[in-house]
């Protein structure tokens, strides 16, 4: 199944932006973790639908997480992390920042449900995509990461 139809298939679940990008990087694992996407439902509407930054972007930044990030006490960060993150703040700002005039959801949806229906589909088809790209830019399979 392509992105585009996974990334459909998990929103006509109930599921948003953020939790949708978590849900496929752990599909990509092979996981579940129902407390994983449960939790980054507050990011979802720019952190509980108050519009400020796009849960696009933070989920983007949680499934890099996901691969690089310190997840028990002997672990360590994967000191790629802050770098992809970065990476990955600076492409979004570019890509749709300068389109939409900012990276807040009220930004990029300007009030409008037709823009969020228009819109939020590809941001989090890209934003998977550059995600997959730096993982694999920075080598980050998942089988031997922290």
């Given amino acids: 199944m392509d992105d585009l139809m ?35 439902r507050g990011l979802a509407g720019g ?6 930054i796009c849960g ?3 989920g983007g ?22 770098f992809m993150v970065r990476a990955l703040v600076s492409w979004f700002k570019d890509e749709f920042g300068a389109q939409y005039g900012g990276i807040t959801c009220n930004d990029i949806i300007a ?4 823009n969020m229906a228009a ?13 997959r790209a730096l993982l694999d830019e920075y080598e980050m399979t998942g089988e031997d990461e922290p």
Avoid: H, W
């Fill in 111 to 114: 009030g409008s449900s037709a």
């Fill in 47 to 52: 952190l509980g639908f108050s519009g400020e």
């Fill in 119 to 131: 819109r939020c589909p590809t941001i989090v088809v890209s934003t998977y995509e550059k995600v």
């Fill in 6 to 40: 996974r990334m459909l298939q998990l929103k006509q679940q109930g599921f948003y932006c953020s939790q949708i990008l978590v849900s496929m990087g752990l599909e990509d694992q092979g996981k579940q973790n129902p407390d994983l996407v449960r939790a980054t």
């Fill in 56 to 58: 696009g972007l933070t």
């Fill in 61 to 82: 930044a949680c499934l890099l997480s996901l691969y690089a990030g310190k997840g028990a006490p002997e672990e360590k960060d994967d000191v790629r992390l802050d």
